[in-house]
């Protein structure tokens, strides 16, 4: 079986492991994660912060609403806490697994 551990990316030729070719590209999905061709994330991180950013600013324009009233900015509140306590500890049992 042939190794490609030392394959780097961005070297702007295309790589080939038996029948299959993969093409040299600028970007590319892997695992969720957009990776560049200099084998970077950065670009991905700035898109979570920018969408993290996104969300706050829309909780933020319903929680300061006067026109909401004070128990229904708890329960939206509240539904958004258990629903990333459940994500959260959903994912924690898929990692030990």
Known sequence: MRRWNSWSLGEGK???LGPNTIRDCVRFKYLGVMITKEGTSNEEIDNKIIQGRKAIGKQNAVLWNDKIT???KQMIFSTIVEYN???LRNMGSKQKE
């Open 14 to 16: 295309d790589m080939v």
């Open 70 to 72: 004070m128990k229904t």
């Open 85 to 87: 306590h459940i994500w």
